[in-house]
T-cell receptor
């Protein structure tokens, strides 16, 4: 049963610490998305890759957030330094895109981040 | 820009009631439209989709029709069950890229 795997599921960290969230997309998928979900803002797109190249990271605070795909099986989202306002659930999703139409995006179970 | 406006929640219904959750969108061209469902503690799952005007997406008794004239994609189910309790998100993906723009979500609770 193919699925998007995110680690860790839960993370509690102190303000100022570096946080790294990992995502293993479904094998064969070529698009990867990072979303942040909060009660106030809902689902916000942070970054979006196709074939490992970043296509859009306009939703991501550049001064502290970075997203990469070191290889086709791993996507990472880093926050350095973390702040309490970064507390949220971070979702990774993968799909197969052609640049024309979106196919179904499969979501991971999310990483719940709490910054104290 | 692209946007999705969803019916405000929460919505509480009795089992076997008829469900409608309204969704309207703003987009240029011909976007694809989606409904996703999120169960407690889980990620989002695709419920149904439609890629062109007048298409009807359906799954698990849920239906939604792509109405370009009213820029709407309302979700309906004839008889809801307790297991349908979840948060429902309407979303669009514009023609030409794969980015999903989501509505704010509607929390649905079904009581026995």
């Amino acid at each position: 049963d193919a699925r998007v795997t995110q680690t860790p599921r839960d993370k509690v960290t102190e303000m100022g610490q570096e946080v790294t969230m990992r995502c293993q997309p479904i094998l064969g998928h070529n698009t990867v998305f990072w979303y942040r979900q909060t009660m106030m803002q809902g689902l916000e797109l942070l970054a979006y890759f196709r074939n490992r190249a970043p296509l859009d990271d306009s939703g991501m605070p550049k001064d502290r957030f970075s997203a990469e795909m070191p290889d086709a099986t791993l996507a990472t989202l880093k926050i350095q330094p973390s702040e309490p306002r970064d507390s949220a659930v971070y979702f990774c999703a993968s799909g197969f895109g052609t640049g024309v139409r979106n196919t179904e995006a499969f979501f991971g179970q999310g990483t719940r981040l709490t910054v104290v | 820009g692209n946007s999705v406006t969803q019916m405000e929640g929460p919505v509480t219904l009795s089992e076997e009631a008829f469900l409608t959750i309204n969704c309207t969108y703003t987009a240029t061209g011909y976007p694809s439209l989606f409904w996703y469902v999120q169960y407690p503690g889980e990620g989002l799952q695709l419920l149904l989709k439609a890629t062109k005007a007048d298409d009807k997406g359906s799954n698990k008794g849920f239906e939604a029709t792509y109405r370009k004239e009213t820029t709407s994609f309302h979700l309906e189910k004839g008889s809801v069950q307790v297991s349908d309790s979840a948060v429902y998100f309407c979303a669009l993906s514009p023609f030409g890229n794969e980015k999903l723009t989501f509505g704010t979500g509607t929390r649905l609770t079904i009581i026995p």
